[in-house]
């Protein structure tokens, strides 16, 4: 085989690994490959980024994707969430931030709450932006997540194609939209399907697979331009004020990363205090707009529809477990506030 399989077959095999990677040792022996050639093109994979390594022992070396390299890499703040407007303002200070400190910024944007949470506890991200539901549920069960700040509330609303009551329900799974779909229907039944990318569950409303749908900003505002649509139940009828996610860390992060973690949603706090402020916001937006295939001025408009507040205190917690009706004790709020 030449180069180019090697570096494909390399590629592939740590896409599947994930944040497992794979010993080079493995790599020679499962491909069938010399020691020199994997070692050389492995290499020309970490010379091009591609690619991270780390020592395991004396003699063995494990490699990764660099996106899910599961350490903290030097100068680089690795930030995970999902294809929501919600997160722009946020995004934009921890670019703002970190550029002041000569940093890069790269960011992930996954399909799922889980896959998002679970980046965060397998060290591939290093700060992440996800609902509230998730990020509470996560740091109960594990006591692995500070939560360093809230992002917005509303945001997000269910849309209607008619006045069928029985037809399919189209919500995403351990997110505020379950939520929202739970207040809606009582019993979450065969009459609700679980969606994880919002394109597809904008087709399948329009195509008419879905009678409603639970979703997010911008594409609320996507439907709301479609003109053709009922807005039947908004985020604040149903959760008023409380925030709809936050910004979290591992607890275990080094108490420089805190302290730069803890500047990011500080800046965040001042720049939403000071007002939405278009011109700052366009990295980021530009940088959701290319991920996502949504316009940056409909993003953009998109803002419009949240309340950004990045108060995170006890009492913000306390009364979000109160919706959840999730017990649980101050003790272990406090565990979740750095």
């Not at 390594?53 to 969430?81: Q, T």
Request: charged letters at 25%.
């Amino acid at each position: 085989m030449g180069d180019v399989d090697l570096r494909t077959i390399i590629l592939a095999d740590l896409l599947k690994r994930k944040e497992a990677g794979i010993l080079q040792s493995e790599i020679e022996s499962e491909f069938g490959f010399s020691r020199a050639h994997v070692s050389e093109t492995l290499s020309l994979l970490m010379n091009e980024g591609k690619v991270l390594e780390r020592k395991e022992g004396r003699l063995l070396k494990r490699v990764w994707l660099a996106e899910y390299f599961p350490y903290p890499i030097d100068g680089v703040i690795r930030v995970s969430m999902l294809p929501s407007s919600e997160y722009v303002p946020f995004l934009s200070s921890a670019i703002a931030v970190c550029r002041s400190r000569n940093m890069t910024v790269k960011v992930r944007i996954l399909k799922s709450p889980a896959d998002v949470m679970d980046s965060l506890l397998s060290g591939s991200s290093d700060i992440v932006l996800a609902p509230f539901y998730s990020q509470i549920i996560y740091s109960i069960v594990t006591r692995k997540i500070k939560l360093l700040s809230a992002i917005a509330s509303g945001g997000s609303s269910i849309f209607s194609r008619g006045s069928d009551e029985s037809g399919i329900l189209g919500t995403s799974d351990t997110s505020t939209m379950i939520i929202l779909s739970r207040y809606f229907r009582e019993s979450l039944g065969n009459d609700v399907n679980i969606y994880e990318d919002p394109n597809d569950a904008i087709n399948a409303f329009e195509s008419g697979k879905f009678t409603y749908l639970t979703i997010w900003e911008p594409y609320c505002s996507i439907l709301r331009h479609r003109g053709t649509y009922r807005e039947i139940l908004k985020y604040n009828q149903v959760l008023g004020d409380n925030p709809c996610c936050v910004s979290s860390c591992r607890a275990d992060s080094s108490e420089k990363a805190r302290i730069l973690y803890m500047e990011i949603a500080e800046d965040y706090a001042r720049l939403i205090l000071q007002g939405i402020n278009h011109s700052r916001m366009r990295e980021a937006t530009d940088l959701l707009a290319s991920e996502t295939g949504v316009g940056p001025e409909l993003i953009l408009e998109s803002l419009e529809n949240y309340s950004f507040d990045a108060r995170m205190d006890e009492g913000t917690v306390l009364r979000y477990m109160d919706i959840l009706k999730i017990p649980v004790s101050i003790r272990s709020i406090q565990d979740m506030i750095p």
